[in-house]
């Protein structure tokens, strides 16, 4: 099959982990994070880099540990994953749609990045670097793996920290986010995500904490538009 029958034949595959996330086809996934749809989000990741940031500086413990970003897109948060901690790892499913191959060569000569072409429910704790890990559930990712608790508890270790970020439901998220997703429908037939049901949100107040593998403690930081979860174990 040649690059472009590929290309053509990727454009309805589902990427999803179950079938509640039927319909988020690959070229869904992709636009989310594309130039146009992110001068509309661009509150909520302001907002969510710097509560990253800031807990990454109060944070030394982290500067032994890998920091694994999932659904990294074009490697976001890499200079975070360099500056302030050991290793970063890139988990996205779409890799090959979003680096080029010589971002790939200069991540792969680092010696500090690994790339991980794959969804997070099929990663294995061994392909980790070795040492804890930080993961970081960036822009909403988490909503979209159904069985998070059980994928999350497949791969921590105890010591391992999970920074996880969501929309908030103040009244400016809720609208930055309508405005968002009115954008990526607005190339769909029908809405994919549709951001008045209620759909693909992460419900941090009835987090099944206890559930997570040596679970310790949590701290919440809400933003304006974004809303924060941070678990140590
Ligand atoms: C971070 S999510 C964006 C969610 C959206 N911003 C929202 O507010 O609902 C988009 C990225 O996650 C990636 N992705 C999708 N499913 C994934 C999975 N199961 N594991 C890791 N990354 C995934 C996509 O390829 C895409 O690059």
Redesign the pocket.
Known sequence: VSNKDEKKERKNVK???TSENEGVSEEY??R??SPGALRY?EPYNDEESEILENFLKENTATKGMNFVA??A?ELWYLRFGLEYTKDYVS????QEIFLNDSVKYLASHSGRVFLVNK???DIQNEEMPAGPSLYVF????L???DEYVKEINNVIEEGDILFISS?NNTKISKYVRRNYFDFLNSFEKQKI?DPENGT?LCDFDNFPFVKINFYKKHERIKGLVADVLIIYT
Do not use: C
Not at 91 to 94: C, M, S
Not at 138 to 141: A, D, E, S, V, Y
């Open positions: 990427l999803t982990e996934f992709y989310m994070l989000s999932v659904g897109g988990i996205e499913p779409l969804r997070f429910s960036l822009f909403n990712i909503a979209y793996i929309w995500v693909k």
